[in-house]
């Protein structure tokens, strides 16, 4: 009774992605790219704020301050503009991966765990994109990859996935409550499975709509008037965790890749 659960969930994922085959790609990079829009119109429109923050926390002077701030604004801009528009993908996905780099270590982000994983995660989510981007006259809706495919993207789209799941590390909640415990082991087990590359589009697709829940739920920004800090810090977590969105649709639309059981199945 369960393979014949499981089958029917497969067919009516398969279903879902010939219905949407039009539109989930261009939804997914959307979606993935929001936070990097997001943050680089809000460094034009706090261009002040971010340099006076990074001239006092490093003591760099307004020079590298102000360039610090303009790479960031036409690193991110520049690079949801070519992502968007099809055009040198994968510069653009190492451009955008530089720049998570030099904000992990600008913001000290390094070393604070919570936010490490989130831009570890966008990290996959990117990766996912390169991925992507490395297709070569082939459907991205084949479900799981030829055994022909190269090896780099294989291994792309498996550290894409493992990366992924850290953002919903994030969001275990270690309390006694029946609800929190349930919602630990439902997700965990799901990020297991995405992970392990096993019912790949189901369990994504089913995080996709739990975390899309969570988002709109704890991260509700336009709630909180602007002149709050917490509409800030709100508005980064709803973009961050849109972004990582996007990342897991592409995980739907491509499939797990070679390097999961779910090719490793055809073998047995």
């Not at 975390?211 to 810090?233: G, R």
Request: glycine letters at 8%; proline letters at 3%.
């Amino acid at each position: 009774c369960l393979s014949l659960l499981l089958m029917s969930d497969s067919l009516e994922i398969e279903a879902f992605l010939r219905m949407t085959k039009q539109y989930l790609p261009h939804l997914a990079r959307l979606c993935l790219i929001s936070t990097f829009l997001e943050d680089g119109i809000r460094m034009w429109f706090q261009w002040n704020e971010q340099k006076d923050y990074i001239e006092a926390t490093w003591g760099c002077g307004y020079f590298l301050a102000t360039c610090f701030v303009l790479l960031n604004l036409t690193g991110q801009l520049g690079g949801c503009v070519l992502i968007l528009s099809r055009n040198f993908v994968q510069y653009a996905c190492f451009g955008l991966f530089g720049v998570i780099a030099l904000q992990t270590v600008a913001y000290s982000i390094l070393w604070d765990i919570k936010f490490l994983m989130r831009n570890l995660a966008l990290g996959g989510g990117l990766l996912l994109l390169l991925a992507e981007s490395r297709s070569e006259g082939k459907s991205m809706f084949a479900g799981v990859p030829s055994m022909g495919e190269s090896s780099p993207k294989q291994y792309m789209q498996l550290g894409g996935r493992v990366l992924l799941v850290l953002m919903f590390m994030t969001l275990l909640h270690f309390d006694p409550s029946f609800f929190s415990i349930l919602q630990n082991m439902v997700g965990t087990a799901l990020i297991i499975l995405v992970a392990i590359g096993f019912k790949t589009k189901l369990a994504a697709l089913t995080l996709v709509i739990w975390l899309l829940a969570i988002n709109v739920y704890f991260n509700a920004f336009w709630t909180v008037p602007a002149y709050k800090p917490m509409h800030d810090f709100l508005k980064y977590d709803f973009f961050q965790t849109t972004s990582v969105i996007g990342g897991l649709l592409l995980v739907v639309a491509l499939g797990p890749g070679g390097v999961s059981m779910d090719e490793k199945k055809k073998e047995w």
